[in-house]
Every structure is written in C-alpha cells, then in structure tokens.
C-alpha cells in the first residue's frame, strides 16, 4: 500500500521533535550528563498527589465538561487576576498548554493565515501553525531574544492574524519589559491582531529586565490576548495534562466548541487535584532555580560563552564556541562526552546556540558545566 500517496499533506512537514530525539538518546547512554528535557527535577507536591487519590476513590472519574470544572475556571480567573490585576472574561481548562496553543490556533488561523512567530521559538509553534495551514512569518529576536517593535511590523501582512508570545520564553529563559510588552500590545491593537501568550513559566521568574513585576500580555491588552498556562512546569505535573486559556469571552466560548470535538476534556481527577494548586508555596523552588542559573551563567562566561542571562523558566541558550560550526555539530561532540544538549536549530531558523536546560541536580550541574567548558577550550 502507497502510504505516502494516503497521508495528509500536514504530515509530511512535520519533523519528528528534536527534544524527543535526546530524550530517547537519553535512555541509551549509561550515565549520560542529561540537560536537555525541561522537566523539573523535583516531584509532584504530596498535597496535590492526596486530592487526586481522594477525586479517584470518591468516584470523580467520569467525563466533566468539556471546559473544565467550574470551580477550577474560577480559581484560574482568581489567579491570574491576583497574578496581572487584570480579571480575564473567561477562560477553559484544557489538555496541558499544548492543547491550549492547539486549540487557540484552530480557533483563529485559516488556511493561507499568517502567524507572528518570535525566532527562537517553542518547537511546536510552527508545527501547530501549519497544522492548521496557516504560515509561520518569524521575527528575530537575536541578539538579546527580546522585542522590536519597528522589527516585527515590517512583517505584517494583510494576512497576517496571530502574533504569538512567550514570557518567560523556551529556549532562552528571557523575559520581555514592560516597554517590550507594551509596544507589542500596541502594535497588535494597531493592527486588529490576536496575541496569543505562552505563560507556562509565570511562577519561574527572577526578575524582569526593567525591574518591574512579570505582567501578563493580557493586562496589556486584555481585549485581544488569549494567555495560555498550566501547571506542567511550575508543579511538575507534566503528565497530568492540566492547562488553561483565558481571554475574552467570544474567542474562550470558541475554543470550548472545539474542545468538546478534539480533547473533549482535560483528566477530571487532575482537575480536581488542582484545585489546591494555587495554594503551594513555590518561593523555594524559585529561589534554587535562580541559584543553578547563577551557577550556570557565571561558569560559562568564565569559559568563554556568550550567554544572555535568563529572567524566568529554567533555560540557558549559550552561543556555541567559534570552534564549531553549527549548534549541532557542538551537541554531537558533547554527546561523545555523554553530555546531553539540544542543538539550536530545533528552535530556530539558526544554529549558532544550544539549549540547557538547568531543571537538574547540582551535581549533575557541575558535570555537565566541566564538560562545557573543556569544549570550549
């Protein structure tokens, strides 16, 4: 059978994940140095493992509705509301922040639609664009990973409809300044544009470049962003699949109509465990993911590495030494050294950089660095 011929064309443009690729690599190196997967290296609270166990046992185990439970829709509103002073119309629980981006591009690309993407990105950007058959149009944030306005206005097109946003962003761990947000807020409303933010990493964040509070897009430019979040990240919850998408009501009531075709539901005993999310206490975590920054930073610079340091999430995204010629040339003689990375071009249109990511041990930490800096010598 001709399954080539049979395929969809969205699927031949699709790349196996570059992260996954490592990830698997990962389980065939004994004792391999592993930063490459952002996962966070501590577990799930017990709090939040007892009210899943509670939700099972009492029988919360059928289909709840398709846009989440509605005392976790509430909480979320609460949340970002205490987070951004800014109450959102609405929002949707949905399958992890992928399936919020997911959903989110549905609802608004169509077929030959432009989207705003920031080059580095997250991998599924592009890919989740296309799906949708719209077209990925990429602004580059090199050298800083920050925003430039004039920059990306040049890009917008009369099919241009999304820009999309992250902050604190994947792979770089930069966060965007008040000044950065506001122009982007003004250049979308400008433009009758649609922001969608990736704030998965809110709670991860060190300071801001300008020394103001971390503010979502959304209080910005409440009437045009739909924030995406979850707990993924900030509770290790990786594998719970509990996300969420907030924004004004028109566009949150379409991603419920899609929801209930595609995911139908984000896992209702996850929910309910995350009704007590809210509650923990990350300011230790937060605190040691600083100090492996630190640590990180400041021993690649010794090194020799142009590296911008992060505000948020758990990223490093040194330029590689002029040694090498590609990111992933850089990646594959780290690997001879059992030192897992992820080269630059998963990520971006270049390959000048590598990503690490710091949701490791110390000690893992420092193994990894000693390698870093003999290939930088």
Known sequence: MDYNRLLAQRVSGIEASGIRKIFDLAATIKDAINLS???????????????CIDAIRSGFNRYPPSAGIPELRALVLDHYEQLHGVRPESS????????????ALMALVNPGDEVLVPDPYFVSYKHLTAMCGGTAVYYDTYPDFGFDASRLEKLITPRTKVILAMSPANPTGVCLSHKQKTELADLARANNLIIISDEIYELFTYGNPDGLPNKSLGAYYPEGTLAVGGLSK???????????????????????????????????TAQKAALGAFKIDLSDKVEQYRRKRDFLVSGLRAAGYDVVEPGGAFYLFPRIPAKFATGQQYVEEAIKHRLLL????????????????????????????????????
């Open 37 to 51: 997967i952002g996962q966070p290296d501590f577990d799930v609270p017990d709090p939040i493992k007892d009210a």
């Open 342 to 377: 992820v080269p630059g071009n998963v990520f971006s249109n270049r390959d000048t950089h590598f990503r690490i990511s710091y949701a490791a041990s110390d000690a893992i930490l420092e193994d990894g660095l000693k390698v870093m800096q003999e290939l930088a010598g």
């Open 92 to 103: 949707i629980i949905t399958s992890g922040t992928s399936g919020g981006l997911t959903l």
């Open 234 to 268: 900030t509770l290790a919850m990786t594998g719970w699949r509990v996300g969420w998408v907030t924004g004004p009501s028109a566009l949150v009531e379409s991603l419920i109509k899609l929801q209930q075709f595609t995911f139908v539901c984000a896992p209702s």
